[in-house]
């Protein structure tokens, strides 16, 4: 460099040197910027699809308390059906040990009401047979037999007590005899 002695000096004040490389605070400051405003966009996305979520988790937990209320009734109603049918197999059950032992009793006055040894068999009265009547009826057996009073009746079978109920069931006894049982939750 050539410099002229009598020249005066300039003085250009401090130097910012720039680094090659380095980025200004001006490009630091855009990038940081920058960053808060792509993690709050992913926030508040986040954010919608959780609210969504959770609006839906209690749309499903509504439906299924719905559920457990219909299970409820269709149980219910399972158990009042399944009384009804035992109810009546009871009552069929007792229809039918009646006639089997009013059968038993027809056969046993026949047996005891048979003629020994030579007696001819025109002696005896010859039994009707009677269709099924009512309780209130007296039955055509009955009618013509020599004489009830001298007849016995076979003992009637004791029935076997009923099993132990499951505590599972609660037992319920109307006033017209019918006996329920509910199941318990």
């Given at each position: 460099?050539?410099?002229?002695p ?18 200004s ?8 910027v ?6 709050t ?8 699809y959780l609210?969504?979520?959770i ?7 509504a439906?299924l308390?719905?559920?457990g ?17 035992q109810?009546?197999?009871e ?21 005891q ?26 039955s055509?057996?009955?009618?013509n ?5 001298s007849?016995e ?7 076997a ?5 499951n505590?599972?069931y609660?037992r ?14």
């Amino acid at each position: 460099m050539i410099s002229d002695p009598e020249m005066p000096a300039i003085e250009l004040g401090p130097r910012e040197e720039v680094a090659v490389g380095k980025p200004s605070r001006k490009g630091t400051i855009g990038l940081v910027v920058a960053g808060a405003a792509v993690v709050t966009v992913v926030n508040l996305t986040a954010a919608v699809y959780l609210y969504r979520g959770i609006n839906d988790l209690r749309t499903v937990e509504a439906r299924l308390e719905q559920l457990g209320q219909f299970e409820q009734r269709i149980s219910a109603r399972l158990d009042t059906v399944n009384n009804g049918f035992q109810s009546r197999f009871e009552k069929l059950d007792d229809q039918l040990q009646a006639k089997f032992n009013e059968v038993n009793g027809g056969i046993a006055r026949l047996g005891q009401s048979r003629p020994v040894g030579d007696e001819p068999m025109a002696s005896a009265p010859e039994p009707a047979f009677a269709p099924a009547s009512t309780e209130t009826e007296p039955s055509a057996f009955a009618e013509n037999t020599a004489d009830p009073g001298s007849v016995e009746m076979p003992p009637l079978r004791k029935r076997a007590p009923p099993p132990a109920p499951n505590p599972a069931y609660q037992r319920i006894q109307q006033a017209d005899g019918k006996v329920y049982y509910r199941k318990i939750n």
